[in-house]
């Protein structure tokens, strides 16, 4: 399973998403991810983020989330 949190500077709900992943020992295994770097990016996810993605599935979370919804979103496959 490959993820990536979609992110943007200066973004409060990031962090906490961050917070999240890290709180479920997974931060290590995410690849973060600016959008502000990628046009497409901008305009598919916006003001959408945080969302993490599942690469190889597509599936997407995104916020609100809790520690729950994460761990269940990667089945604790990572």
């Known amino acids: 399973m490959r ?3 979609l992110t943007r500077p200066d973004c409060h709900l ?4 961050a ?8 931060l290590h295994k ?3 991810v600016d ?6 990016l ?3 996810y916006g003001e959408r983020i945080p969302v993490i993605r599942e690469l190889d599935s597509g599936r997407e979370i995104g916020w609100p ?3 729950k919804d994460i761990r269940q979103f990667t089945g604790g496959r990572l």
Not at 14 to 17: S, V
Not at 19 to 26: F, K, Q, T
């Open 65 to 67: 989330m809790t520690g």
């Open 3 to 5: 993820l990536q949190l």
């Open 35 to 40: 959008i502000e770097s990628d046009l497409q």
């Open 19 to 26: 917070g999240l992943l890290d709180e479920a020992g997974l």
């Open 42 to 44: 901008i305009i598919r």
């Open 30 to 32: 995410v690849e973060m």
């Open 14 to 17: 990031c962090d906490l998403a």
